[in-house]
Structures are given as structure tokens and as C-alpha cells.
Nanobody
Framework: QVQLVESGGGLVQAGGSLRLSCAVS????????MGWYRHSLGKEREFVAA???????NYADSVKGRFTISIDGARNTLYLIMNDLKPEDTAVYYC????????????WGQGTQVTVSS
């Protein structure tokens, strides 16, 4: 059974930092593209960052230079380090896994709330 469990969200002031974690079980990380998405009120869910092969990364323009995605294969954990947070980063952040050999196969975590105050 695939499980993605996020943690690390919270309330932070603008300019602050947070580290999100996603504990992964039930799948082989080498077979998946791992990523973070976010959903804020009144907006559609949007892509934040992704990583494949534990090396190749991709970021949304809105977070480039501020957020860093990484993966610890030994701990089966995905991370998102968020620096210089802005109020517009406020959202529920979701961990996602997309099977590389069947792009329609997606798994999602339950989400973790990030709130950035001005």
C-alpha cells in the first residue's frame, strides 16, 4: 500500500523558512517522479517542484531561487526547503508521486498547511 505522509507545515512570518517532509512507503522511489503541489483558496492546484532520479529538478517560476526540493533515498523521504516565504505562498502543500512508466498513475499525500503572515 502506497503512503505519502507530509509534515512540517505551520505558521511563519514573511521572509521566514520552513522545511516540509514527505515520508514515502510502498513504492520504489527510482520508479517515480516525486513532487510538491499546492492549493490555496480560490485557486487551482498548482505545481511547485519535482525531482527525478534524485538529481533532476524542476521548479515553478514563482518559487525558483527560494525553494529547494531534495530526496533522501536512505530515509525514503522527500523534502521541500522553503526560504524567503511570502504571503502568496500560503496554501496546503501536497506531496505527489507519478509513476514514470504510466504517467496517469499518481499518488497523493493528505497535505500540510503552510501559512505565511505579512
Amino acid at each position: 500500500q502506497v503512503q505519502l505522509v507530509e509534515s512540517g507545515g505551520g505558521l511563519v512570518q514573511a521572509g521566514g523558512s520552513l522545511r516540509l517532509s514527505c515520508a514515502v512507503s510502498g513504492l520504489s522511489l527510482s520508479d517515480y517522479a516525486m513532487g510538491w503541489y499546492r492549493h490555496s483558496l480560490g485557486k487551482e492546484r498548482e505545481f511547485v517542484a519535482a525531482i527525478t532520479d534524485s538529481i533532476t529538478t524542476n521548479y515553478a517560476d514563482s518559487v525558483k531561487g527560494r525553494f529547494t526540493i531534495s530526496i533522501d533515498g536512505a530515509r525514503n523521504t522527500l523534502y521541500l526547503i522553503m526560504n524567503d516565504l511570502k504571503p502568496e505562498d500560503t496554501a496546503v502543500y501536497y506531496c505527489a508521486a507519478r509513476y514514470l512508466f504510466s504517467p496517469t498513475t499518481f499518488y497523493w499525500g493528505q497535505g500540510t498547511q503552510v501559512t505565511v503572515s505579512s
